[in-house]
């Protein structure tokens, strides 16, 4: 086993909706539901002045800003995704709804964020889930409070086109921070595009790998006294089903070239993360490892293919990776 395996470390369907990309990642938003217009509640973005946000920055609380910086990692993000990560401590859900509800609409009467022209519709989970994402006036007053450079960064609502997969990594990133909120788990590091790109050269050409996800946990290990907690580094792929198999397998040939570039294993002691593709079915699940094995024999095991719902067990290191690490010319050609 090569030291990959010890050091555990895209497609755009035309409509989310119909291809079921909003469920690309079950969990407590991972609904297959229908899509609807309200176009009440998404009403064009107003153009606001400088001197408007200027007065309105010190107003802001540190709950806002916590807000407003994660949609902009998150570029778009479920109103409850955003209750899971700051309304997680009230006694009820309900009573969590509504404080998540009251804090998103005073954010969007203040312009600075907006909610897509689309909502999923739950009615049989007993909810409207409303996607949001940060309006021009939200990205200025966070150039305004974070001292960046003052640019006019025109955000524009997402299409349909771009909705199920930007969605699906954002509910992968909230799983993530659900999941290491126990004593045992850290999470270290979270990176999103294009924070989480790697730039390197191929044939003296530069190169970048963009991955959907990084993040880095660590983990207490009771059984050890010398060093107790251990760390883990992943790569994340988000596959709605759509892509093309020749596809999926140029990008895990990026993998590779970044693999012999060498450049995060000198960064992080030799270790490279584990290349996590998250698929939708079974099938999906067979096909991908049986391809990655025919077209990458006697490589290293960097991929894991996995389902959404092993995403939690992956994070806590609880989940049985051998049958799922690839490529391993040693095992069975998986039933399609």
């Given at each position: 086993m090569s030291k990959a395996d010890c050091n555990r470390g895209r497609t755009n369907?035309?409509?989310?909706?119909?291809?079921?990309?909003?469920?690309?990642?079950?969990?407590?938003?991972?609904?297959?539901?229908?899509?609807?217009?309200?176009?009440?509640?998404?009403?064009?973005?107003?153009?606001?002045?400088?001197?408007?946000?200027l007065e309105l920055e010190p107003t802001l609380s540190d709950l806002d800003w916590k807000i407003l910086k994660t949609i902009r990692r998150c570029r778009v993000i479920l109103g409850r995704q955003v209750g899971r990560l700051y309304f997680d401590g009230y006694?009820?859900?309900?009573?969590?709804?509504?404080?998540?509800?009251?804090?998103?609409?005073?954010?969007?009467?203040?312009?600075?964020?907006?909610?897509?022209?689309?909502?999923?519709?739950c009615r049989t989970r007993g909810y409207v889930a409303y996607i949001y994402y940060l309006t021009e006036a939200g990205e200025r007053i966070l150039q305004i409070h974070l001292g960046e450079p003052e640019t006019r960064k025109r955000n524009i609502e997402p299409s349909t086109v771009t909705l199920a997969h930007t969605i699906s990594v954002s509910e992968c990133y909230v799983q993530a921070v659900e999941t290491c909120r126990r004593d045992d788990l850290k999470l270290t590091e979270m990176q999103l595009e294009p924070e989480c790109w790697r730039p390197y050269q191929r044939n003296y050409k530069q190169c970048t790998l963009k991955p959907d996800l990084a993040f880095v946990t660590e983990k207490q290990d009771w059984s050890s006294h010398d060093e107790p907690w251990y760390e883990m580094r992943w790569f994340v792929e988000m596959d709605l089903n759509t892509e093309n198999i020749q596809t999926i397998l140029t990008k895990c040939r990026r993998y590779y070239d970044y693999y012999r570039s060498d450049m995060e294993q000198k960064l992080h002691d030799d270790v490279f993360p584990l290349v996590v593709w998250i698929v939708k079915t079974e099938s999906r699940r067979n096909s991908l490892i049986r391809h990655i094995c025919g077209n990458f024999p006697q490589y290293p095991r960097i991929f894991a293919v996995i389902l959404p719902d092993e995403f939690t067990a992956l994070v806590r290191d609880e989940l049985d990776l051998e049958r799922y690490l690839c490529p391993d010319t040693n095992r069975k050609e998986p039933r399609l």
């Amino acid at each position: 086993m090569s030291k990959a395996d010890c050091n555990r470390g895209r497609t755009n369907p035309r409509n989310p909706a119909q291809n079921g990309g909003f469920g690309s990642i079950s969990g407590k938003d991972g609904y297959l539901c229908e899509t609807v217009s309200d176009d009440s509640h998404a009403a064009a973005p107003r153009r606001t002045s400088r001197k408007f946000l200027l007065e309105l920055e010190p107003t802001l609380s540190d709950l806002d800003w916590k807000i407003l910086k994660t949609i902009r990692r998150c570029r778009v993000i479920l109103g409850r995704q955003v209750g899971r990560l700051y309304f997680d401590g009230y006694k009820t859900a309900h009573a969590s709804t509504v404080a998540t509800n009251r804090k998103l609409k005073a954010l969007t009467s203040l312009g600075l964020i907006q909610a897509v022209n689309q909502k999923i519709d739950c009615r049989t989970r007993g909810y409207v889930a409303y996607i949001y994402y940060l309006t021009e006036a939200g990205e200025r007053i966070l150039q305004i409070h974070l001292g960046e450079p003052e640019t006019r960064k025109r955000n524009i609502e997402p299409s349909t086109v771009t909705l199920a997969h930007t969605i699906s990594v954002s509910e992968c990133y909230v799983q993530a921070v659900e999941t290491c909120r126990r004593d045992d788990l850290k999470l270290t590091e979270m990176q999103l595009e294009p924070e989480c790109w790697r730039p390197y050269q191929r044939n003296y050409k530069q190169c970048t790998l963009k991955p959907d996800l990084a993040f880095v946990t660590e983990k207490q290990d009771w059984s050890s006294h010398d060093e107790p907690w251990y760390e883990m580094r992943w790569f994340v792929e988000m596959d709605l089903n759509t892509e093309n198999i020749q596809t999926i397998l140029t990008k895990c040939r990026r993998y590779y070239d970044y693999y012999r570039s060498d450049m995060e294993q000198k960064l992080h002691d030799d270790v490279f993360p584990l290349v996590v593709w998250i698929v939708k079915t079974e099938s999906r699940r067979n096909s991908l490892i049986r391809h990655i094995c025919g077209n990458f024999p006697q490589y290293p095991r960097i991929f894991a293919v996995i389902l959404p719902d092993e995403f939690t067990a992956l994070v806590r290191d609880e989940l049985d990776l051998e049958r799922y690490l690839c490529p391993d010319t040693n095992r069975k050609e998986p039933r399609l």
